[in-house]
C-alpha cells in the first residue's frame, strides 16, 4: 500500500511533522480528510480492488467447473424420475416447479447468507441475501461534478429520465444479483429486502406465518423506474456482472491528478491539514495568563470550517486564519518566555497578575520590590544581556579584567523623564488652588518640557 514519507511543514511559528503513516485501504472518506489524501487512499482502494477481483475470478473458474458438472448430473437424475406419468394436475405442476428450480439456466448462485424470517412470496422459499457490488467509491471532487452534471441536465421530463437512468446502475447491479440468488422472485421479494419502508405491511398473515402487505403508492406508479428496472434486470450474479467501479481507469485518472501537480500545488493541497494541526498545537497551550486562548481557538476553527467546506480554495481565508494563529501564538510565547526567564516554578496569583500586566504593556510595580524573587530574577537577566553585549562587541579582556563587581547590572539609560506635579493657587495666592504639572525629557542631544498649567478665571 501507499506511504508517505516524513516532511517538514511550517504554519506561522509552528513547525509541524508529518509522521511516518501508512494511508488506510478503505473507501476515501471526503468528509474529514484533504482532497490529497482522498487520491492516495483511491489508489490504494483501486489496488485493493484489484487484488480481490482477480483473487474472486480465479475461485470463480474452479467453483463454476464444479457446479457445471453437478448440474449436470442434477439434470440427468430429474430425467430419470420424471419418466412417470403424472398422475393429476398437481403433480405435473410439481415436477414443473423443480424443474424449473434445477434446471442449470435457474440454479441459484450468489448467494450471501440466508435471511432469518423473509420467504418469496410466490414461491415461498427461503430468502437469501445476495453478494453484490461494494458502492462506488468517490473522491470530494467526483462527488462535485456528479452534482454540477445534475444540476446542468434540468427540469424537464427527458432531464429526470437521464437522472434516475444515471443513479439506477447500482439499483439494476442489485437487482440482478438478488434475481440470481433468489429465482423465481418478485419485485415485491426485492422491495421486501431492499426497501422496506416502501413494503406495507397488513395485520393479517399467510398460512406460513409470514405478514402479508403490499407495495407503496410510489411503488405501484406505472413505468416507474424500480418496476421498469426490475423487468430488464437478467439473473447475473455479482462476479459476472459489468463492474460499477473500474479501479484501473480510476487508479489512472488519480495518477493523472498527482502527476500533473507542481509542489506549490500539493502543498495547497494540505492547507486544511497543515491549518488544522497549526491551530490544534495552539488549543493545547494552556496559560492561565492568557484565559482567552480556548475561545479566540474557536473562533478561528470556525473560520476554518468556513474556508474548508468549498472544494475549490480561498487563499485569502487562509491567509488570515494564518494571521490570527500567527497573533495568538507570538503572544503564547511571550508568556512562556517570562515565565522562563523570571520565575518558571511560580504559580501563584500575583505572579499570574504581575504577567498579565506585563502582556497589556503597562507600567508595573515588581512584586515584592527590589528585594523580591522577581526583583533578582530581572536583575540577572539585564546582568546577563550586559555580559552577552560585550562579548559580541570584542571585549572579552575587559570582562576578564575588570571582573563582575565592575560591570553595571543594568545598562546605560537612553533618556531620563521628571515628572513635577503639584497643587497650588495660581494666578495669585487667594486663587482656588488648581492642579500644575511639568514634564522633562533628558537626552543626550536634547531636552523636552511640557507643561500642564490651570488657572482660577473667577477669583483673578
Avoid at 440427468?76 to 398422475?87: A, M, R, V
Avoid at 440454479?107 to 424470517?117: E, Q
Avoid at 522577581?374 to 575587559?398: H, P, Y
Wanted: hydrophobic share 35%; with cysteine; glycine share 4%.
Amino acid at each position: 500500500m501507499l506511504a508517505s514519507c516524513s516532511t517538514w511543514f511550517k504554519v506561522g511559528q509552528y513547525k509541524l511533522k508529518t509522521m511516518p503513516m501508512r494511508i488506510s485501504p478503505g473507501f476515501p472518506d471526503s468528509v474529514r480528510t484533504c482532497i490529497l489524501h482522498q487520491k492516495l487512499q483511491m489508489l490504494n482502494c483501486c489496488i485493493e480492488k484489484k487484488k480481490t477481483r482477480e483473487e474472486l475470478a480465479h475461485k470463480s473458474q474452479s467453483i463454476d467447473t464444479d457446479e457445471f458438472e453437478t448440474a449436470e448430473s442434477d439434470e440427468e437424475e430429474f430425467f430419470e424420475c420424471t419418466s412417470e406419468e403424472p398422475t393429476n394436475e398437481d403433480d405435473s405442476t410439481t415436477r414443473t416447479h423443480l424443474k424449473a428450480k434445477h434446471l442449470l439456466w435457474n440454479k441459484p448462485t450468489g448467494r450471501l447468507a440466508k435471511h432469518p424470517s423473509l420467504k418469496l412470496i410466490q414461491t415461498r422459499d427461503p430468502l437469501y441475501l445476495p453478494v453484490t457490488q461494494d458502492p462506488v467509491p468517490k473522491t470530494e471532487d467526483q462527488l462535485e461534478e456528479d452534482a454540477q452534471v445534475m444540476i446542468q441536465l434540468g427540469t424537464d421530463k427527458h432531464a429526470s429520465e437521464m437522472r434516475a437512468r444515471m443513479m439506477s446502475a447500482s439499483l439494476l447491479s442489485d437487482m440482478e444479483s438478488f434475481k440470481a440468488a433468489n429465482p423465481g422472485a418478485v419485485l415485491e421479494d426485492f422491495i421486501r429486502w431492499y426497501s422496506p419502508r416502501d413494503w406495507i405491511e397488513s395485520n393479517e398473515t399467510d398460512e406460513w406465518g409470514q405478514p402479508t402487505g403490499h407495495l407503496s403508492a410510489r411503488m405501484l406508479i406505472p413505468n416507474n423506474p424500480w418496476s421498469t428496472t426490475w423487468n430488464s434486470a437478467q439473473p447475473v450474479p455479482a462476479h459476472r456482472q459489468k463492474r460499477l467501479f473500474d479501479d484501473t481507469r480510476e487508479a489512472e485518472k488519480a495518477l493523472h491528478f498527482l502527476g500533473w501537480k507542481r509542489i506549490g500545488q500539493i502543498a495547497r493541497l494540505l492547507l486544511p491539514t497543515l491549518t488544522h494541526a497549526a491551530l490544534y498545537t495552539l488549543s493545547q497551550q494552556k496559560q492561565d495568563a492568557l484565559p482567552n486562548v480556548p475561545d479566540v481557538a474557536l473562533s478561528i476553527l470556525n473560520k476554518l470550517q468556513h474556508a474548508t467546506k468549498p472544494i475549490h480554495q480561498k487563499l485569502h481565508l487562509y491567509e488570515e486564519i494564518i494571521r490570527d494563529i500567527e497573533g495568538v501564538e507570538a503572544l503564547v510565547a511571550q508568556v512562556n518566555s517570562l515565565q522562563h526567564k523570571l520565575d518558571g516554578n511560580d504559580d501563584s496569583k500575583e505572579f499570574t497578575s504581575f504577567l498579565i500586566q506585563l502582556m497589556r504593556g503597562k507600567e508595573v510595580e515588581v512584586p515584592g520590590g527590589s528585594r523580591g524573587n522577581i526583583a533578582s530574577q530581572i536583575t540577572t537577566m539585564f546582568r546577563d544581556a550586559q555580559k552577552a553585549a560585550l562579548v559580541i562587541t570584542s571585549l572579552n579582556s575587559e570582562i576578564n579584567g575588570t571582573g563582575d563587581g565592575k560591570l553595571k547590572t543594568f545598562p546605560e539609560p537612553s533618556c531620563k523623564e521628571f515628572i513635577l506635579r503639584i497643587i497650588t493657587p495660581r494666578p495669585s495666592p487667594t486663587s482656588m488652588p488648581q492642579p500644575q504639572r511639568l514634564y522633562a525629557c533628558l537626552k543626550r542631544d536634547y531636552i523636552r518640557l511640557a507643561g500642564f498649567f490651570s488657572e482660577d478665571t473667577i477669583f483673578l
